[in-house]
């Protein structure tokens, strides 16, 4: 088992920026990778950034150029920074953990709200 803890969500303006913050527990593995998606009311859930045990990242086509997804901490604690936040990025985020560095997420976390406002 692996557990997932976010943090950092919040209210901000249009233009404004957030970082959120995930640490990993339990069962963790070095090869592992790690992510944030986002799911908006009414939405499916998207993939919004991932990186791989080797630093590789992915990011979805709406937050390239904004969003920079990190890793540090032995690879256990998954950073992201979202910059130039707009009003369509409101959503709850959440932390997710493959094993490997397999794309679909075995575990989950349980998600924080962030609020753009106009």
């Known amino acids: 088992q692996v557990q997932l803890v976010e943090s950092g969500g919040g209210l901000v303006q249009a233009g404004g920026s957030l970082r959120l913050s995930c640490t990993a527990s339990g069962n963790i593995f070095s090869i592992d990778a790690m992510g944030w998606y986002r799911q908006a009311p009414g939405k499916q859930r998207e993939l919004v950034a991932r990186?791989?045990?080797?630093?590789?990242?992915n990011y979805g086509d709406s937050v390239k150029g904004r969003f920079t997804i990190s890793r540090v901490n032995a690879k256990t604690t998954t950073y992201l920074q979202m910059n130039s936040l707009k009003p369509e990025d409101t959503a709850v985020y959440f932390c997710?953990?493959?094993?490997?560095?397999?794309?679909?997420?075995?575990?989950w976390g349980q998600g924080t709200q962030v609020t753009v406002s106009p």
């Open positions: 990186i791989t045990s080797g630093g590789s990242t």
């Open positions: 997710s953990y493959s094993i490997g560095n397999a794309w679909s997420p075995r575990y």
